[in-house]
C-alpha cells in the first residue's frame, strides 16, 4: 500500500489532545446518551465528526484577519469576498450568509410552496429538513449505483435522467428548482460528472426549471473530474469548478468545508429579480446584505481560502490522505462504500453488524463503539440521520446506512489516520462482541442525529 504525499504544509501551532481510558470513555459515551455529537470535544481523542468548520486556517487567512472591515454597511471585505467568488464560481450575485444551512433557508422559502417537489441526488439533512419545513416533497433521482457500497462507478452522485424525466412528466410546474449537490455526503462524498450535471440543466431548462447547486466541496469535486472524466484530465482545477457551477442558475455554498474557515457561506446567483428577494430575506434572517450574519474578518478570510482550496497540491494530499485510510481498511476487510469519497471514509455498518437490526441503529451502535475503543468520533448516516417521514411519522431508514469518518483538512497526520485505521480493524474484528444496538431515549423534532439520546436496548452497555 503505498503512502499519500508529505502534506504541502508545515506546523507551526499545536493543540494538545488529551489520553483518555477506557472506562473514562465508556462513562462519557453514557453521559452523552450514546450520541458522539453530545461529548465534550476534549474529550474527543481524534474528531471526524464532521470536516465542515473544522479545517486549519493558513498564515494567509490568518493574516486576511487582521484586515476585516468591520463596517456595518457596505465593508469593504464583502467587495473582497465578493470578487472572490465571481472569480471562482462564476456567479454574478454573492450574498452572504453565516453559513450554509443559512443559505438553504434562504433559498427555500424564496422558492418553495406547500405542494411543490424538489428532485435531487440525494438527500442532505438539513437541505430537505427546509425544503419540507416550506412544504416540499424531495425526491431522489440519483444513480441506483449510489446506493450501493461496493459499486466502483466513478461518478455515484449522477443524476439518473430517466428518473428525472419521471418527476418531471409526473409535477410539471409543481418543480420550483432542482437541487444538485457536488460532491453528494450521504453517498459517502461521490462527484457528478461534468457531462451529467450539464444534461441535467439542460433538460430542467427546457421544461423551465431551474438548477442549484450545492458547491460547499465543489473543489473537491472537480478533482475527481480532473482524474476520472475524459477530456478533463489537463484543466485546471480552478477551470473546472467554473465549467461545473456554469450551466447552474445559482448556488449555496458552505464555505466552512472546501473554502478552509470555520464560519461562513454564501449564495450566489444568476437572476437580478430573485437575488434582490433573497437578500430581503437575509436582512431578517442573518443580517444585512453586504454581511449576512459573518465579520468582516470571515469574509476575508473565506476569500484566502477560496484561492487556497484549488490549489492541487493542497488538493491532492487531502485525497490521497483519505484513499490511505481507505486502503488500510479496505485491505484488513472493513467492508467500507467505494470508491473513497472526497472528504470522508464510511465504514458499512449494515455489512459491519449484519446482526443488529436496522431499527436498532447500527450505525449509531457502531459510532459509539469507535469512540470507546479509541476516542474516535465519528457520525451516524442512516436511520437516524433521514429522520421520520413528515406524512406518516414513520422512520425512513435509506439503503444505505454507514458510519461517516469526515477528515478535517490540514489538521491530521498520517500517524493519525493510523489510529484510526487501527482502531476500526480492531472493532471489525471483534464485532461479535457488540451485542446490541441503542433506541431512542430523548428524540428531536428536526435534524435528531445532532441532539438524540439514545440508550441500550437491553442493559447498561452495547456489549
Not at 120 to 146: C, K
Not at 221 to 239: C, I, M, T, Y
Not at 295 to 300: I, L, T
Request: with cysteine; aromatic share 8%.
Amino acid at each position: 500500500m503505498s503512502a499519500y504525499p508529505p502534506e504541502p504544509w508545515r506546523i507551526k501551532m499545536v493543540e494538545p489532545i488529551k489520553a483518555t481510558t477506557r472506562e473514562y470513555r465508556e462513562q462519557a459515551i453514557r453521559d452523552a446518551g450514546w450520541n458522539p455529537c453530545l461529548l465534550r470535544s476534549e474529550d474527543v481523542s481524534i474528531d471526524l465528526f464532521t470536516d465542515s468548520g473544522t479545517s486549519a486556517m493558513s498564515d494567509r487567512q490568518w493574516s486576511a484577519l487582521l484586515r476585516g472591515d468591520e463596517a456595518y454597511a457596505g465593508a469593504r471585505s464583502f467587495y473582497v469576498f465578493e470578487e472572490a467568488v465571481r472569480a471562482h464560481y462564476g456567479y454574478e450575485h454573492v450574498i452572504p450568509v453565516h453559513q450554509g444551512r443559512g443559505g438553504e433557508n434562504i433559498l427555500s422559502r424564496c422558492l418553495i410552496r406547500p405542494g411543490t417537489h424538489i428532485p435531487g441526488n440525494m438527500y442532505f439533512p438539513s437541505t430537505r429538513a427546509h425544503q419540507e419545513l416550506n412544504g416540499a416533497t424531495f425526491h431522489d433521482v440519483i444513480v441506483d449505483e449510489a446506493e450501493d457500497p461496493r459499486a466502483a462507478l466513478p461518478f455515484k452522485g449522477n443524476v439518473d435522467l430517466a428518473k428525472l424525466r419521471a418527476v418531471i412528466a409526473e409535477f410539471g410546474e409543481l418543480i420550483p428548482y432542482v437541487s444538485l449537490a457536488a460532491t453528494v455526503n450521504m453517498a459517502g462524498g461521490q462527484p457528478i460528472s461534468v457531462a451529467n450535471l450539464t444534461e441535467v440543466c439542460e433538460l430542467a431548462h427546457a421544461h423551465g426549471i431551474p438548477v442549484f447547486l450545492d458547491t460547499a466541496r465543489a473543489v473537491e469535486n472537480a478533482w475527481f473530474v480532473k482524474q476520472r472524466e475524459p477530456g478533463w484530465g489537463d484543466r485546471s482545477l480552478a477551470e473546472i469548478l467554473l465549467a461545473l457551477c456554469a450551466p447552474t442558475d445559482g448556488a449555496v455554498m458552505s464555505a466552512k468545508k472546501d473554502s478552509l474557515v470555520n464560519i461562513g457561506g454564501w449564495i450566489g446567483l444568476r437572476d437580478p429579480a430573485l437575488a434582490e428577494r433573497a437578500r430581503g430575506l437575509v436582512l431578517l434572517y442573518e443580517g444585512l446584505h453586504t454581511y449576512g450574519g459573518m465579520a468582516g474578518r470571515d469574509m476575508e478570510a473565506i476569500a484566502a481560502g477560496i484561492a487556497e482550496s484549488v490549489d492541487e497540491a493542497h488538493m491532492g494530499a487531502r485525497i490521497a490522505q483519505l484513499e490511505y485510510l481507505g486502503g488500510r481498511l479496505d485491505a484488513e476487510g472493513v467492508p467500507i462504500i467505494h470508491p473513497i469519497g472526497g472528504h470522508c471514509v464510511c465504514v458499512d455498518a449494515t455489512a459491519t453488524l449484519p446482526h443488529i437490526p436496522r431499527t436498532r441503529f447500527a450505525a449509531q451502535t457502531l459510532a459509539a463503539a469507535v469512540y470507546v475503543d479509541a476516542g474516535i468520533r465519528g457520525v451516524e448516516r442512516g436511520g437516524v440521520s433521514a429522520g421520520r417521514d413528515p406524512v406518516t411519522g414513520e422512520n425512513r431508514f435509506p439503503p444505505l446506512e454507514f458510519l461517516r469518518l469526515a477528515v478535517p483538512r490540514r489538521v491530521y497526520t498520517r500517524a493519525h489516520m493510523d489510529v484510526v485505521a487501527d482502531s476500526l480493524i480492531r472493532v471489525h474484528r471483534e464485532r461479535d462482541r457488540i451485542t446490541h444496538g441503542l433506541e431512542f431515549a430523548y428524540e428531536p423534532d428536526h435534524l435528531r442525529f445532532f441532539q438524540a439520546r439514545f440508550k441500550p436496548v437491553s442493559g447498561s452497555s452495547i456489549w
